[in-house]
T-cell receptor, first 115, second 110 residues
Framework: EPEVTQTPSHQVTQMGQEVILRCVPISNHLYFYWYRQILGQKVEFLVSFYNNEISEKSEIFDDQFSVERPDGSNFTLKIRSTKLEDSAMYFC?????????????FGPGTRLTVT | GQSLEQPSEVTAVEGAIVQINCTYQ??????LSWYQQHDGGAPTFLSY????GLEETGRFSSFLSRSDSYGYLLLQELQMKDSASYFCAVRDKGTYKYIFGTGTRLKVLA
């Protein structure tokens, strides 16, 4: 069964450093998302991406964040200058055009620890 | 803004039936989804209600009442593996922005 993959599984970085989180969505999916989840809390929407541009972004997704689809398979989230409060689990998700359009397939996540 | 409220924790015994509620305040949405998340894992899709009423998928059922701003997930014949967090979620109408509920941690006891 096709799945969303994410790398790395765990990233430790120092405050102020840039990080890039990588995702490979399911190959025939067209809509891509990034979410974050602080430990023990709810899943928070960051951004949605379609047709090579951002569709929606939340108030969390400020100028420090950017997304890119550099090629036909990868989807990346960049945090320019990390803060302690960016420590969280980051999930990538994708949605296809077949089946339920509201069924999002989530990747296993990247745990980001900012020290 | 949109908000979806859920009970923080529910406990039940194996074999029992449990209902997890989701009450929401939203200006408009396409439908109500439910996701399961085991500790350390990713959310996985369980069900979706586009219209009012009950949707059944095996041991799980989901219900939506737009007039009452309310939905629930019903889990029957509980198994230990059902111990997880459950989130309701909506997609904002006219957007590709998804809002998740506060989450309910279900503990299934032997």
């Amino acid at each position: 069964e096709p799945e969303v993959t994410q790398t790395p599984s765990h990233q430790v970085t120092q405050m102020g450093q840039e990080v890039i989180l990588r995702c490979v969505p399911i190959s025939n999916h067209l809509y891509f998302y990034w979410y974050r989840q602080i430990l023990g809390q709810k899943v928070e929407f960051l951004v949605s991406f379609y047709n090579n541009e951002i569709s929606e972004k939340s108030e969390i997704f400020d100028d420090q964040f950017s997304v890119e689809r550099p090629d036909g398979s990868n989807f990346t989230l960049k945090i320019r200058s990390t803060k302690l409060e960016d420590s969280a689990m980051y999930f990538c998700a994708s949605t296809g055009t077949s089946g339920s359009p509201y069924e999002q397939y989530f990747g296993p996540g990247t745990r980001l620890t900012v020290t | 803004g949109q908000s979806l409220e859920q009970p923080s924790e529910v406990t039940a015994v194996e074999g029992a039936i449990v209902q997890i509620n989701c009450t929401y305040q939203t200006s408009g949405f396409y439908g109500l989804s439910w996701y399961q998340q085991h500790d350390g894992g990713a959310p996985t899709f369980l069900s979706y209600n586009a219209l009012d009423g009950l949707e059944e998928t095996g041991r799980f059922s989901s219900f939506l009442s737009r007039s009452d701003s309310y939905g629930y997930l019903l889990l029957q014949e509980l198994q230990m593996k059902d111990s997880a967090s459950y989130f309701c979620a909506v997609r904002d109408k006219g957007t590709y922005k998804y809002i998740f509920g506060t989450g309910t941690r279900l503990k299934v006891l032997a």
